[in-house]
Antibody, heavy 123, light 107 residues
Framework: QVQLVESGGGVVQPGRSLRLSCAASEFTFSAYGMHWVRQAPGKGLEWVGVISYDGSDRFYADSVKGRFTISRDNSKNTLYLQMNSLRVEDTAVYYC????????????????WGQGTTVTVSS | DIQMTQSPSSLSASVGDKVVITCRANQSITSFLNWYQQKPGKAPKLLIYTASTLQSGVPSRFSGSGSGTDFTFTISGLLPDDFATYYCQQTHSAPPYTFGQGTKLEI
């Protein structure tokens, strides 16, 4: 079935880096924009960013702009989130999610989500 | 950036009740408003997109309406499985695609 599986979470010190991965299966990965959404402990959902179907466009939340980079490898059906200069407030469960609309149509919500991977930033 | 305000933040209800959650944007988002359900320890699930379109497989007791800045999400005839947290999200034009703060629906 259509599936997204995140990996790469863990405990990291403030100021360090971490890269998350999201492996996609059973859909045409290269045809959809992909998003990252995070959820701090006990808090609501925060949209982190999106990458277009071909990787040519990327947009970020102000809270991560300049520190986080989203990329994708369509040959491997894999999405990435490179997180640099991590802060304590980046502690969260990170979800990857598929845009429901194809290509650069981001209007129709996020219809497939991974199970999430936990990132803890602590000294 | 577009800000989304959801209310109430929590809601107590009983099986069989009808519940309504509202979401307000600080500027017009036409109909680009989505609703999600999240259960503890689980990923969110898309229920409704473009304000009123039911995602495939979602029961018809869930519905949404609204346009512009004001939106409502309704569950008609609560079932035990519906007790969860619900979020709105706007996906109008350019990012960021902000979420509301959530509504926790409790027994």
């Amino acid at each position: 079935q259509v599936q997204l599986v995140e990996s790469g979470g863990g405990v990291v010190q403030p100021g360090r880096s971490l890269r998350l991965s999201c492996a996609a299966s059973e859909f045409t990965f290269s045809a959809y924009g992909m998003h990252w959404v995070r959820q701090a402990p006990g808090k609501g959902l925060e949209w982190v960013g999106v990458i277009s179907y071909d990787g040519s466009d990327r947009f970020y939340a102000d809270s991560v702009k300049g520190r986080f980079t989203i990329s994708r490898d369509n040959s491997k059906n894999t999405l990435y989130l490179q997180m640099n200069s991590l802060r304590v407030e980046d502690t969260a469960v990170y979800y990857c999610a598929k845009g429901r609309g194809p290509y650069t149509d981001y209007s129709y919500g996020l219809d497939v989500w991974g199970q999430g991977t936990t990132v803890t930033v602590s000294s | 950036d577009i800000q989304m305000t959801q209310s109430p933040s929590s809601l107590s209800a009983s099986v069989g009740d009808k519940v309504v959650i509202t979401c307000r944007a600080n500027q017009s988002i036409t109909s680009f408003l989505n609703w999600y359900q999240q259960k503890p320890g689980k990923a969110p699930k898309l229920l409704i997109y473009t304000a009123s379109t039911l995602q495939s497989g979602v029961p018809s007791r869930f519905s949404g309406s609204g346009s512009g800045t004001d939106f409502t999400f309704t569950i008609s005839g609560l079932l035990p499985d519906d007790f969860a947290t619900y979020y709105c999200q706007q996906t109008h034009s350019a990012p960021p695609y902000t979420f509301g703060q959530g509504t926790k629906l409790e027994i």
